[in-house]
């Protein structure tokens, strides 16, 4: 695989700098192209093979390139299977799909949708939370992220990814259940939920009394992987339904068997939500995500008009059920369990060598290190983050972030992952840190 088969990189970044949207980033100093995926690696125009230990931002579930996906693909190809026809007519794809992800639901969900993204399946959701309660509020919480659409991105709770045009005239900010950081100054054995509290009183002082929805991720992903204890939704989904409104749990980072339980974590956290929403890993970074609904709440939108012009095509379908075929066969959910318990001992122990690391948590294969500059005042250390990632990027190893301050490193590898390749992951991480504590 040699440079001269594709463009260099400088010619990339010069077009991008000229003609894309300002908005659109590049991890790492010296950023690279890759061109080639398989399992849990992926190689760049020079040859250079990294782990993918982020998964294609969390997309990556039963690894690069599955060859039962592969295969999947070229038989609807051979066949000459239509690549779009959407709902206005019958398809087989999408109802084997909707049947697999009916088994995975959580208790009362038996109604489906399918859109292109995260951002669309949030958008549905508050729109049906909306109509079926007859209330507009949705109460959100502050460091969360539901999509770059109009509705989600007005629940954003990242000051980074607001625009001064997004209308936020329907939504409201609860406090964050962030442990490391909580906001009422308490600590595990002094807590009291406080965070899960809090949800009441947004509602009693920031709306009528009413809402339409509350919208809450189980681990929060762009937020830096935080993850509230099963305690904390337990409250709030009684707070929530106490005054009328609906729950959304928002899946797309956390679903597809990533955090070590089950398929979806709402169901392993017994959170009573109304609404399910997924993407990302559903697909395996097919441009695909998915709502689950009560019926209840679907019926309500009867008689009115919703349409998703690609929502459902057939190929999409199908690599989300294949996807779903492979967790369950291959037993990676449990593999992701196993896995991330593996990481995050190994992250522990590393934590007594280097003060950098402030905290360590997240679920199964959603895991964060927040890196501070001192342990006792927690000063966001990210201009540190990004020359850690730039350290494991440069030994082979790829790695995402997120925090509001940009100063948590994600990991988030296909949850097909092997045990050596997890070995090797802690190794460069212990080298990284190694390195940056020389400066």
């Given at each position: 695989m040699g440079q001269n088969k594709f463009r260099s990189n400088d010619e990339l970044i010069a077009f991008r700098k000229k003609h894309f949207l300002p908005t659109a980033g590049l991890y790492h100093k010296e950023p690279i192209q890759i061109v080639k995926a398989e399992g849990e690696y992926v190689w760049d125009s020079n040859g250079v093979r990294y782990l993918d230990a982020i998964g294609g931002i969390i997309c990556i579930s039963a690894g690069h390139n599955h060859p039962k996906i592969k295969d999947g693909i070229k038989n609807l190809l051979e066949k000459n299977m239509i690549q779009h026809t959407s709902t206005l007519y019958l398809n087989e794809q999408i109802i084997d799909a909707a049947e697999a992800l009916l088994e995975e639901a959580p208790e009362g969900l038996d109604r489906v949708a399918f859109t292109n993204s995260g951002s669309e399946a949030n958008e549905l959701a508050f729109m049906a939370a909306r109509h079926a309660t007859g209330e507009t509020m949705i109460v959100n919480l502050r460091h969360s992220y539901h999509g770059g659409t109009s509705a989600a991105l007005a629940s954003c709770g990242h000051g980074t990814w607001r625009f001064r045009a997004q209308p936020v005239a329907n939504t409201t900010s609860a406090m964050e259940p962030y442990c490391y950081r909580c906001p009422f100054g308490k600590v595990p054995t002094s807590c009291e939920f406080e965070?899960?509290?809090?949800?009441?009183?947004?509602?009693?002082?920031?709306?009528?009394?009413?809402?339409?929805?509350?919208?809450?991720?189980?681990?929060?992903?762009?937020?830096?992987?935080?993850?509230?204890?099963?305690?904390?939704?337990?409250?709030?989904?009684?707070?929530?339904?106490?005054?009328?409104?609906?729950?959304?749990?928002?899946?797309?980072?956390?679903?597809?068997?990533?955090?070590?339980?089950?398929?979806?974590?709402?169901?392993?956290?017994?959170?009573?939500?109304?609404?399910?929403?997924?993407?990302?890993?559903?697909?395996?970074?097919?441009?695909?995500?998915?709502?689950?609904?009560?019926?209840?709440?679907?019926?309500?939108?009867?008689?009115?008009?919703?349409?998703?012009?690609?929502?459902?095509?057939?190929?999409?379908?199908?690599?989300?059920?294949?996807?779903?075929?492979?967790?369950?066969?291959?037993?990676?959910?449990?593999?992701?369990?196993?896995?991330?318990?593996?990481?995050?001992?190994?992250?522990?122990?590393?934590?007594?060598?280097?003060?950098?690391?402030?905290?360590?948590?997240?679920?199964?294969?959603?895991?964060?290190?927040?890196?501070?500059?001192?342990?006792?005042?927690?000063?966001?250390?990210?201009?540190?983050?990004?020359?850690?990632?730039?350290?494991?990027?440069?030994?082979?190893?790829?790695?995402?972030?997120?925090?509001?301050?940009?100063?948590?490193?994600?990991?988030?590898?296909?949850?097909?992952?092997?045990?050596?390749?997890?070995?090797?992951?802690?190794?460069?991480?212990?080298?990284?840190?190694?390195?940056?504590?020389?400066?």
């Open positions: 965070c899960a509290k809090n949800v009441e009183t947004t509602i009693q002082t920031s709306t009528h009394g009413k809402i339409a929805a509350f919208v809450a991720e189980p681990v929060m992903g762009v937020g830096g992987f935080i993850a509230p204890k099963k305690e904390y939704f337990d409250l709030v989904a009684k707070i929530v339904h106490n005054y009328g409104g609906k729950y959304i749990s928002d899946e797309v980072q956390t679903g597809a068997g990533r955090c070590g339980q089950d398929f979806l974590l709402t169901k392993s956290l017994e959170i009573k939500a109304d609404v399910v929403t997924m993407a990302k890993g559903f697909g395996n970074g097919a441009a695909i995500g998915a709502v689950l609904m009560k019926t209840e709440v679907a019926e309500k939108m009867a008689g009115k008009s919703y349409f998703n012009t690609f929502g459902g095509d057939p190929y999409q379908t199908l690599q989300a059920k294949l996807t779903m075929d492979i967790i369950k066969e291959d037993k990676l959910v449990e593999n992701a369990k196993n896995m991330g318990k593996l990481i995050t001992d190994g992250l522990t122990q590393m934590m007594k060598k280097y003060p950098i690391m402030g905290d360590v948590r997240g679920r199964g294969l959603l895991l964060g290190i927040e890196l501070v500059k001192d342990q006792k005042t927690k000063t966001h250390a990210s201009d540190e983050t990004a020359r850690f990632m730039d350290i494991c990027k440069d030994k082979g190893l790829l790695l995402g972030k997120g925090g509001l301050m940009g100063n948590v490193v994600r990991i988030a590898p296909p949850i097909s992952i092997k045990k050596d390749q997890v070995h090797s992951m802690l190794e460069i991480m212990d080298q990284a840190f190694a390195e940056l504590a020389k400066g």
